[in-house]
């Protein structure tokens, strides 16, 4: 990957969350004496990922393992502990808030929940209205209508229906919307939080379509966050498998789906289920995911891996390229054992 | 004509229609309003004009007890006042007294609830230990020393003249805190949500998520708190003003029309003290009640037991 074709880099990348809470709760007694203890939950541990411009990058994983604080941290919503995020090789991370705002434009964000992330208060209109007349304080009042009308029209909201309140419209229509407000400051970056996952399967299409349609017309560049493996296959360039805030295998969309390399991504895709296969074959993971307050030492995934060694306990795997071209993080891999 | 239609098929109105209670209260309420700001015009007398007063007029009983006059429908005061009139008067000064120190209390208490909700940590920590500190004196206890060294500093005179905006002021600062709760509590819940974090992805600056986004959504609790506190805020006034704290006696509110006829009770003029008192219980059970009203309209998740 060169650095020229890079829209958003992601650079060593830690969030931790303090959740110890208030003072009386975070004394503690050790061997009689009371001291300050900190808890923390390691939500990203040391990731570092390129978007290239133009593409379809999917963040999968299951639940927990940190793929939505990876695309909040990105944004700015959260700061990183530690770590850089840059846009066009500028770093965004360090920016006040005023020298952040013409990037607030480029990058935008389309939620999970479209019951949720429309404010119920708002008209359409006012809600697409209001970032519009933000970052484009110059444009008249009706330029700004021509543009929301515009933008209704893209997405397939008719217009006419801009006066109404978001529970007015159904759940596909609302996430129309919101990916309206997206584009209403022609951004070319969207991270996309599981923007399908809280809709009926039949609309899961159409949104689908609608953001494929958008990137193409407006050559957007996604992030998008899932856990469902074939919308992945369907839509994505390249396919970031995370587990317990570890990125394990970075890959293109058909290395992963033909050759999977790193055995968490492995055990992930024999998950699918298949039409017409008989009985379970898929690779059975033993335990459960450890709890990101207490990390396990050395690889994240050496609790679950059949092919951990004294290595894997021990020493934490960095990212490598492999002959096929795809990326993961094995001690295993690098040393040819699977 | 848009929001008068959606009012029209709203459940408020609809509910409003289908509770008599609620009708009920709203008309007295309606009613007492008018009259208590059509007092110039409507009171048969001014009794803030002195030179209308007569001094012999006084103590005249009600004009269905033996010795009442037809001049004065519920008797006079002490002081020859038409108890009907200055009843009036009176309501138009608990009345205002009481929706401006609401008004003060809802401004500090929006402001610093917001803030102390929106911005947490060190910020939240701070203005809620005030807001501890400042309900653990009582509104009246804070009112008895304001007043006291306001009329030690300024004189009587002054603050005879003052009393309205200085009451305002006494009962807005010693009631935030129930505001600045309430809204924190709805703001904590409110900025979770993800049409927040969109606003923030956008860059809107904090004051404006915080004025045109979470504030709109967090209207109903304090709009069920507003009544209750408007009713809660005449009687603090009525204390006070009871107690000699209050609303000079050339002014009179109803709560020192009550204190006034209080010397009089013994000696048989039990108008002076009665009226007022029923006209006080009145208003504020009916503001009482379209509160609860409301409440139950605005909450619907909330079930009375």
């Known amino acids: ?338 | 004509m848009r929001l008068w239609k959606r009012f029209r098929s709203s459940y408020f109105l609809y509910s409003f229609l289908h509770d008599p209670v609620a009708m009920g209260s709203f008309a007295i309420l309606a009613f007492l309003t008018l009259a208590a700001f059509g007092a110039p015009v409507i009171a048969p007398h001014n009794p803030y004009d002195t030179t209308t007063i007569n001094i012999m007029d006084s103590e005249i009983p009600p004009v269905w007890m033996e010795g009442g006059e037809q001049n004065f429908t519920l008797g006079t005061d002490a002081q020859g006042r038409d108890m009907l009139s200055t009843m009036l008067y009176g309501m138009r000064i608990s009345l205002i007294i009481g929706v401006g120190a609401t008004l003060m209390q809802a401004v500090i208490g929006i402001v610093l609830g917001l803030l102390a909700g929106y911005k947490g940590g060190r910020v939240d920590s701070f203005l809620m230990r005030m807001a501890d500190v400042q309900l653990s004196f009582s509104t009246l206890m804070v009112a008895i020393f304001l007043s006291a060294i306001f009329q030690a500093i300024f004189g009587v005179a002054a603050f005879e003249r003052l009393a309205v905006p200085f009451l305002v002021l006494v009962i807005g600062i010693a009631e935030w805190p129930q505001y600045a709760r309430t809204v924190r509590a709805s703001v904590l819940a409110e900025k979770k949500k993800e049409y927040v974090e969109a606003a923030r992805v956008m860059g809107l600056p904090a004051a404006r998520i915080m004025w045109r986004h979470i504030l709109p959504n967090s209207m109903s609790p304090i709009l069920v708190l507003s009544t209750v506190q408007v009713a809660h805020a005449i009687m603090s006034e009525a204390a006070l003003s009871f107690l000699g704290l209050g609303m000079p006696i050339t002014k009179p509110s109803l709560g020192s029309l009550i204190n006034s006829g209080f010397d009089y009770i013994f000696s048989g003029s039990w108008w002076i003290t009665m009226f007022p008192g029923i006209l006080l219980v009145l208003l504020i059970l009916v503001i009482n009640l379209l509160g609860d009203w409301v409440q139950d309209v605005l909450n619907p998740k909330l079930y009375k037991g």
């Open chain 1, 1 to 338: 990957m060169t650095d020229s074709k890079s829209l958003v880099r992601i650079s060593n990348v830690v969030k931790h969350f303090d959740i110890s809470g208030g003072f009386l709760d975070r004394i503690s007694f050790s061997g009689g004496r009371p001291s300050l203890t900190t808890t923390t939950v390691k939500a990203l541990n040391d990731v570092s990922l390129d978007i290239t411009q133009g593409e379809i990058l999917s963040v999968v994983g299951e639940s927990g393992c940190g793929k939505s604080t990876l695309g909040r941290t990105v944004l700015g919503l959260y700061p990183p502990t530690s770590g850089e995020i840059a846009f066009r090789d500028t770093r965004i991370d360090n920016l006040s808030a005023r020298q952040m705002l013409p990037y607030r434009r480029k990058m935008q964000m389309v939620f999970q929940d479209p019951y949720a992330s429309l404010n119920p208060r708002m008209t359409v209109r006012q809600i697409l209205e209001e970032p519009t007349s933000f970052h484009f304080p110059d444009l008249s009042r009706s330029q700004v209508q021509d543009k929301v009308a515009e933008v209704m029209r893209q997405v397939g909201v008719d217009p006419a229906w801009a006066g109404r309140y978001p529970h007015e419209f159904s759940g596909g229509q609302r996430q129309r919307i919101s990916i309206a407000r997206a584009l209403m400051v022609d951004p070319e970056f969207i991270v996309a939080d599981e923007p399908i996952s809280a809709l009926d399967v039949s609309i899961q299409a159409q949104i689908l379509n609608l953001i494929m349609d958008c990137q193409e017309r407006f050559g957007l560049t996604y992030m998008f966050i899932t856990h469902d493996l074939s919308v992945v296959e369907h839509i994505s360039t390249r396919v970031a498998v995370m587990y317990l805030g570890t990125l394990c295998e970075l890959a293109d969309k058909k290395n992963l789906y033909g050759e999977p390399q790193h055995p968490y991504s492995r055990a992930l895709l024999s998950a699918i289920p298949r039409l017409g296969s008989k009985g379970f074959s898929h690779m059975r993971l033993k335990g459960e995911v450890p709890t990101p307050i207490n990390l396990p030492p050395g690889c994240v995934f050496h609790t679950r891996c059949p092919f951990t060694e004294e290595r894997c306990r021990r020493e934490i795997p960095a990212l490598r390229t492999l002959p096929n071209g795809s990326r993961a993080a094995c001690h295993a891999l690098e040393e040819g054992r699977i």
